[in-house]
């Protein structure tokens, strides 16, 4: 599937499994859809579980952002060892908002370490693109 067909099939989840995780998948999806930027197939079908799961109530939304987080991560450093630098920049700033809402939600009702573990995704970047 091309890049539309993903964020297609995204849109389309986010109406079937209309919930508070879909209202905030579905804005953000139709701006990048506006602009082309890419997205992996892999990235494309977490989006679609995590909608199905917290929807069904078998996952929590804190969850649903560290998933998508780790996966944008992933998408960003390859985009930029590729060249894409847009590409790039955008997914590291889906890593980065998505982190962000997984510490806020997550550190009420989790025994987590949210500066340790971004300490973690500061240093996976670093050496990923000095490498």
């Known amino acids: 599937m091309n890049t539309k067909e993903l964020r297609e099939k995204i849109a389309a989840s986010c109406r079937q499994y209309d919930s508070l995780y879909g209202k905030l998948v579905a804005p953000i999806n139709d701006m990048l859809i506006d602009i082309d930027a890419d997205i992996s197939e892999k990235t494309a079908n977490q989006i679609i579980e995590n909608l199905k799961l917290f929807h069904e109530g078998e996952k ?3 969850d649903c952002h ?7 991560m992933e998408d960003g450093i390859e985009q930029l060892h590729k060249g894409n630098l847009a590409d790039g920049a955008l997914q590291l ?4 908002l ?3 809402s997984f510490a ?7 025994n987590i370490h949210p500066q340790q573990m971004l300490n973690e995704r500061f240093q996976r970047i670093k050496n990923a693109l000095d490498s």
């Open 60 to 62: 929590y939304i804190a």
């Open 98 to 100: 998505n982190f962000a």
């Open 93 to 96: 700033f889906g890593a980065g």
């Open 66 to 72: 560290l998933d998508e987080s780790n996966n944008f």
């Open 104 to 110: 806020a939600k997550a550190a009420s009702s989790k």
